[in-house]
């Protein structure tokens, strides 16, 4: 008859052999489990690391290429610093390069074109999802997608040929400039709304339709709902979209370039109803002379695109941390 130290042990026994059999099992299933290098995959997965690496270097190399010829411009003895940060005259035949010049002409047309995208966008968004219904918004979002694909050389002459008159009919051809900065203001507004109502359509429509079905259960209405309850609940995602549409339109050029008007205004006060030449403008028009390379014209339009460069990343920088640091998530 065993006694109760050799039943202890013969359980000890069991239980490691028990043990060493489940550890077996789970070195066979990680065995089993362990991805199987296949030919394909592999290739396609060295494909598309090689476009992600591609596009990182492109990114570096057009970064690199803005701050050699930009260093270049600001060490000509023609140039200071502090002058192209605070001049508001950009004359190169003088040797004036105030930044300010351009950048006060950019904002203006920037802003004009937010009056007209940010509130349509907005109330188009809320419609489409709030109000429309799926067939409806399966018909609507399309044909507003449609506006993004047009080139932007045809918004430029739609601005020029459309818009300038009917400001010039509404003020007065004495008051309205045939080139001006309002008409291209406008026309971008109407070519970055579809990039408002997309993005803020789609932070509207990933609201979960829990908090609508509480404030219904609450007597709200649907206008309610969607501008109390909805829109502040979307809220990162609303003004990321607001910003990212900023950013387009700070860097649009074909438009400003054939509406706007041609030569620099100088700042701080600039008429919207006459013309003005922006950032992106100017290096449109003195790029498509008989400029000699190295000259400091030459060099300038690399500075002004640095400039272009450092303000769209530091939006999209923002954008991204409003997103992340406002974002609301829901289980």
């Given at each position: 008859?065993?006694?109760?130290?050799?039943?202890?042990?013969?359980?000890?026994?069991?239980?490691?052999?028990?043990?060493?059999?489940?550890?077996?099992?789970?070195?066979?299933?990680?065995?089993?489990?362990?991805?199987?290098?296949?030919?394909?995959?592999?290739?396609?997965?060295?494909?598309?690391?090689?476009?992600?690496?591609?596009?990182?270097?492109?990114?570096?190399?057009?970064?690199?290429?803005?701050?050699?010829?930009?260093?270049?411009?600001?060490?000509?003895?023609?140039?200071?610093?502090?002058?192209?940060?605070?001049?508001?005259?950009?004359?190169?035949?003088?040797?004036?390069?105030?930044?300010?010049?351009?950048?006060?002409?950019?904002?203006?047309?920037?802003?004009?074109?937010?009056?007209?995208?940010?509130?349509?966008?907005?109330?188009?968004?809320?419609?489409?999802?709030?109000?429309?219904?799926?067939?409806?918004?399966?018909?609507?979002?399309?044909?507003?997608?449609v506006l993004a694909g047009v080139p932007t050389v045809v918004y430029g002459y739609f601005a020029l040929t459309f818009m300038t008159p009917i400001l010039r009919g509404i003020f007065g051809d004495d008051i309205v400039q045939i080139y001006n900065t309002a008409s291209a203001g406008i026309v971008i507004g109407i070519l970055v709304l579809p990039l408002v109502s997309s993005m803020g359509e789609d932070a509207l429509h990933a609201?979960?339709?829990?908090?609508?079905?509480?404030?219904?259960?609450?007597?709200?209405?649907?206008?309610?709902?969607?501008?109390?309850?909805?829109l502040p609940a979307a809220a990162s995602g609303v003004a990321a979209a607001f910003i990212v549409a900023i950013s387009r339109a700070f860097g649009e050029t074909m438009v400003v370039a054939i509406a706007a008007g041609a030569g620099p205004h100088p700042a701080p006060f600039i008429n919207p109803f006459e013309a003005a030449e922006t950032m992106t403008g100017h290096i449109v028009r003195i790029s498509g002379g008989d400029l000699s390379y190295g000259s400091i014209d030459y060099n300038s339009i690399f500075a002004i695109g640095l400039m272009l460069f450092i303000v769209t990343l530091g939006l999209n920088i923002f954008s991204r941390w409003l997103v992340s640091r406002f974002r609301e998530v829901y289980e």
């Amino acid at each position: 008859m065993a006694t109760g130290r050799e039943v202890d042990v013969d359980m000890a026994v069991g239980a490691t052999s028990r043990a060493e059999m489940a550890s077996d099992v789970d070195v066979n299933m990680e065995l089993q489990l362990r991805k199987k290098s296949r030919f394909g995959e592999t290739l396609i997965e060295g494909f598309l690391f090689v476009c992600g690496a591609i596009s990182i270097l492109t990114t570096i190399g057009i970064v690199f290429v803005l701050a050699e010829e930009s260093l270049l411009f600001f060490a000509s003895d023609e140039v200071s610093l502090w002058e192209f940060f605070t001049d508001t005259v950009w004359q190169p035949a003088i040797g004036r390069f105030g930044i300010w010049s351009l950048m006060n002409a950019t904002l203006i047309v920037t802003g004009i074109a937010m009056l007209v995208a940010l509130p349509m966008g907005l109330a188009v968004a809320i419609y489409l999802s709030e109000y429309a219904s799926h067939r409806m918004r399966s018909i609507l979002k399309p044909i507003l997608e449609v506006l993004a694909g047009v080139p932007t050389v045809v918004y430029g002459y739609f601005a020029l040929t459309f818009m300038t008159p009917i400001l010039r009919g509404i003020f007065g051809d004495d008051i309205v400039q045939i080139y001006n900065t309002a008409s291209a203001g406008i026309v971008i507004g109407i070519l970055v709304l579809p990039l408002v109502s997309s993005m803020g359509e789609d932070a509207l429509h990933a609201v979960p339709d829990s908090l609508r079905q509480a404030a219904f259960g609450l007597g709200a209405t649907k206008l309610e709902t969607a501008v109390r309850i909805v829109l502040p609940a979307a809220a990162s995602g609303v003004a990321a979209a607001f910003i990212v549409a900023i950013s387009r339109a700070f860097g649009e050029t074909m438009v400003v370039a054939i509406a706007a008007g041609a030569g620099p205004h100088p700042a701080p006060f600039i008429n919207p109803f006459e013309a003005a030449e922006t950032m992106t403008g100017h290096i449109v028009r003195i790029s498509g002379g008989d400029l000699s390379y190295g000259s400091i014209d030459y060099n300038s339009i690399f500075a002004i695109g640095l400039m272009l460069f450092i303000v769209t990343l530091g939006l999209n920088i923002f954008s991204r941390w409003l997103v992340s640091r406002f974002r609301e998530v829901y289980e």
